[in-house]
């Protein structure tokens, strides 16, 4: 997974895999996805990040292990 911000252009790109792009869809104005040939995400992009979302917030969080109770 890679996350790349274009500040020049405040536009947010979230890659999830490197499966070959088949499709894009419009979520809205500000929202693309790509999909592969089995409908699997395999990028977002949001125009007008800093609007849509809190980027200057940033964290990335990996739990390892989380018991059920």
């Known amino acids: 997974m890679k996350i ?3 500040k020049d252009t405040d536009t947010l790109l979230v890659n999830f895999n490197d499966n ?3 499709e894009t869809k419009d979520l809205n104005e ?8 089995n409908g699997n995400i395999v990028s977002m992009t949001i125009e007008h990040a800093k609007q849509q979302t809190e980027i200057g917030n940033f964290s990335f969080n990996q739990v390892e292990n989380m018991e059920v109770l």
């Open 30 to 37: 500000n929202v693309l996805i790509e999909m592969d040939q």
């Open 20 to 22: 070959l792009i088949v």
């Open 4 to 6: 790349t911000y274009f």
